[in-house]
């Protein structure tokens, strides 16, 4: 989290036109999926590339991705769905039931923004306890249910686009008290831009939270296995950790980078944000931790993952790493195997 210096009725998705910049009803092209592998997924604004400039520790990298990479290559469906949402109460256990860490002021957050909504439960919940703010989510796939808070709204857009908040049509501000975005290290592609953009939509005085999750994920050794994070290796003979790392070689072909979070703090001091301050988190993966929360926040892992895997990893493995159907069931056999093994302990760095 950090800061910038200086009753229920029908709430309509609309859609970010790209030509035109303006909020009108959602599209047919908003709503026609495409599908692969009997999985169902986004096809708005998809096939394009997204020239990539990822920040390493070290020096700068320029990736370029295919002509032909997707915006998003997890799917939508309804299993996607039910995932999302057992993933948003993983979040809330992960910071005992708080849906943010910044410490916003609900006198001064009067416009908030979830960037890749997903299915809007973050951004439902903020607008029910905080009825005063105007919630917008916005996400590729309008999943969000019908019904939701009055002050609550869901557009169809493209993060990576040009981002259109920045005046109404009476040329009054548009900017946010409070910008979310959650689980993205798998969509975005050029983080510094996105990171410009946030900034550039910000009201001064405003905060900035992101939560991400990392791959490869690593194992925790059994002198140390607390589920404090203590001990972290990757053990190759671990399916599960292949797995994870094959994801992250997936995704790099696609020009995105999973680790990008390692270095958000210094982009972050770079656009001029201050009061930043970073949590390092991990979620166990099983039951294996002692504590009664972290051994029920691995079994909620452990659900997540049992779809999840195959989400996450289907169309990159076989748009990217060129894997047949076959083989991306046998990887996802052995790595769901190792997440079963009481005796690995595995976790997920976010």
């Known amino acids: 989290m950090l800061t910038r210096k200086d009753d229920p009725v029908p709430r309509p998705v609309r859609l970010v036109d790209d030509r035109r910049r303006a909020f009108t009803s959602a599209a047919s092209k908003a709503v026609e999926w495409r599908f692969e592998n009997g999985r169902r997924y986004h096809a708005y604004d998809d096939g394009s590339a997204y020239p990539h400039t990822s920040l390493t520790y070290k020096n700068t990298t320029s990736l370029t991705p295919s002509p032909q990479t997707p915006a998003y290559n997890l799917p939508n469906d309804e299993l996607e769905q039910e995932r999302l949402d057992l993933q948003h109460v993983m979040w809330l256990m992960t910071h005992h039931n708080a849906l943010h860490l910044s410490p916003i002021s609900p006198q001064h957050t009067h416009r908030v923004l979830d960037v890749g909504t997903g299915t809007g439960a973050w951004a439902i919940a903020f607008a029910e306890r905080h009825p005063a703010a105007h919630v917008v989510g916005t996400d590729l796939s309008p999943v969000q249910p019908a019904f939701a808070p009055p002050n609550c709204e869901f557009l169809v857009d493209n993060a990576e686009r040009d981002w259109a908040f920045d ?184």
């Open 167 to 350: 005046d109404d049509d009476r040329g009054g501000s548009k900017k946010f008290d409070f910008v979310h975005a959650r689980m993205l290290c798998m969509g975005v592609h050029d983080w510094p831009r996105f990171l410009r953009q946030c900034w550039d939509n910000l009201a001064p005085g405003g905060w900035l939270e992101l939560r991400e999750i990392t791959f490869p994920w690593a194992t925790v050794d059994d002198d140390d296995d607390d589920g404090g994070g203590g001990g972290a290796g990757n053990d190759s003979s671990s399916a599960l950790l292949r797995w994870s790392e094959d994801v992250r070689r997936g995704a790099a072909k696609a020009g995105i980078d999973t680790t990008a979070c390692r270095v958000f703090d210094a982009q972050l001091r770079a656009l001029g944000f201050v009061d930043i301050r970073e949590e390092r988190p991990a979620w166990p993966l099983g039951e294996w931790p002692r504590g009664r929360r972290e051994k029920l926040l691995g079994r909620y892992a452990l659900r997540n993952l049992e779809t999840g895997l195959e989400a996450i990893s289907t169309a990159v493995f076989s748009r990217y790493l060129g894997m047949s159907r076959e083989s991306i069931e046998l990887s996802l056999m052995e790595a769901r195997r190792d997440l079963h093994d009481p005796t690995m302990h595995h976790y997920a760095p976010l």
